[in-house]
């Protein structure tokens, strides 16, 4: 017997490599569309107040006192929503719960990449729909039968966001799949289809933290939709682990969500620094995707993404860069920052190119 006979009984598994994460807080770090932000005040505030003697307790296991600050913010009611360790989690959870059947789930073939790893983990029969030479869904093709369907909008890299009279043809169109929409950047300009949950119980929107509400290190996320598809949701949740959101994650979501004003005005902030990065950018000869999300996703006419990247990195300055598939091999994802990490990367960008 070989030393480690153990190791034919491992899963075998291709994971999501997330964007990189260096420490140094000096770097201009425009890779994984964090908030350049700090969270609301009221989040530092009810941490500093926290009680820390209830945490010799279980936290309950639908966070509820966030759930019901959420039901409240998104007019919905409690049983609507469902709580996760980030969207990723919740993600996680819908591609578990909903696509069991024998048709193909649907994603777009440019889209968040990890939408293929869960699929792919869960034994999912999947179909990539690529996206139209524009860079825009292909409404038709999510007319075809299928087993389920997932749509980021706006979409992710591309920064695109398609309205909610088409995302509402397609959930109609489709009464016998669960239609996920992963609005993870939608409070920088895209429509929610929040509103259209009660009349569709097909629909199933998700939401995260990470990005508009600058608490990517707090781990929450949420889906909105159908007391049934919530439901479907936590008996799987609660075959694997049931206390997932902690108590200090609740508190503080929840000191987030109170805040309205100040979440409003970093979002302004950020719309406002990314038309001007935008056009900035163009000056440089860049083609900029037109963005409703907190980064744009850009190529150069005549210089290469890849040293480009490259350029900018030994500058202390990342972005993000996918290979595949190939007519994006050649474009840059920057999250936007404040005005001054992107006055910088004009700054580098435009030595280098003239
Ligand atoms: C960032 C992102 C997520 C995951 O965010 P969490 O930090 O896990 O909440 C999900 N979907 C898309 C499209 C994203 O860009």
Sequence with gaps: MSEKAWLKNVRKVTPYVPGEQPQDLKKIKLNTNENPYPPSKGVMEALKEFDTSVLKLYPTTDAKELRKTLADYHKVEEKNLFIGVGSDDVLATCFMTFFCGEKPTLFADITYSFYEVWA???????????????????????????????IANPNAPTSIAESKELIERIVKANPESVVIIDEAYVDFGGESVIGLTEKYDNLLVVRTFSKSRSLAGLRIGYAVGNEDLINAMFAVRDSINSYTINTIAVKAAVASVLDEEYFQSTLKKIVATRERAALELEKLGFDVLPSSANFLYVTHKTRSAVDLQLKLRNEH??????????????YLRISVGTDEEMDRLIEVLSKEIQ
């Design 317 to 330: 300055i990342f972005v993000r860069y996918f290979k595949k598939p190939e007519r994006i091999s050649n």
């Design 120 to 150: 792919k983990f869960a034994g999912i029969n999947y179909k990539l729909v690529p996206l139209k030479e524009n860079f825009r869904q292909d409404e038709e093709a999510y007319y075809e039968e299928n087993g389920g369907i997932v």
